[in-house]
C-alpha cells in the first residue's frame, strides 16, 4: 500500500528523492480518506521557494477541502498542472501521474526526518 522507497510527512504527503530533487504528492491513504477528488489547486509556480511546511495548494473533494504542505524545503522546479484538468488523477494513480509538485532540495537531510512506509503504515493504523 505505501512504496518502500518513498517517505511520508505527517501530513500525508509522500516525497521520492530522485537525485537532488523532490517530488512530492499525497499518500494512498489521504486521497482515499478524502473520497472522490474533484478540483486540485497547486498555488505554487516554477521558481518559489519552499520551506518544510509551506502549504502549496489544496485539493477538494465531495467531502472535503485539505491543505497541501511540503515535507522539504526547496525551489519549485515544476508543478503538476495535468491534476487541474484531471483531479481524479489523485485518486486513480496518487504515487505516478497524480505528483504534485517538484523541488530542488535545499537541505537533502530533511529526507532523513520524514517517516519510512513501514512507520507511516503505523503512524496511519492509529488515525
Known sequence: MFPKDLRFYTEHEWVRVEGDEAVIGI?????????????????????????????????ESVKSVSELFTPVSGEVLAVNEALSGAPETVNADPYGEAWMVRVKLADPSEVDELMSAEEYEAFVSGV
Open 27 to 59: 499518500s494512498s491513504f489521504a486521497q482515499d480518506q478524502l473520497g472522490e477528488v474533484v478540483y486540485v489547486d497547486l498555488q505554487k509556480a516554477e521558481g518559489d521557494t519552499l520551506a518544510s511546511g509551506d502549504q502549496f495548494g489544496e485539493v
